[in-house]
C-alpha cells in the first residue's frame, strides 16, 4: 500500500498502487481544483527566483564592440 496526504485537505489515503490515485498527490478531483483555483487567483505565489532559474537580465557587461 502506498498512503499520501493530501495538500488541500490534510487527509491521509491508501492505495494498493501509485497509478489507483488518479489524482495525486490529492485525495480527490475536487481538491485538486480547490489547489489550481489558489494558484489563479493568486493565493499561491512564488516571491522569490528559483535555485538555478536565468535572471531576466545578464549580470554581465555586453560585448566591446569595435
Given amino acids: 500500500m502506498v ?3 493530501c495538500p488541500t485537505c490534510g487527509r491521509m ?3 494498493p498502487r501509485r497509478q ?3 489524482y495525486r498527490p490529492f485525495c480527490t478531483e475536487r481538491c485538486k481544483l480547490v489547489d ?3 494558484w489563479l487567483d493568486g493565493t499561491y505565489n512564488l516571491i522569490e527566483p528559483l535555485p538555478g532559474d536565468a535572471p531576466a537580465t545578464p549580470d ?3 560585448p566591446d564592440e569595435e
Fill in 3 to 5: 498512503t499520501f496526504e
Fill in 36 to 38: 489550481l483555483g489558489r
Fill in 60 to 62: 554581465r557587461d555586453p
Fill in 13 to 15: 489515503f491508501s492505495v
Fill in 20 to 22: 489507483d490515485a488518479p
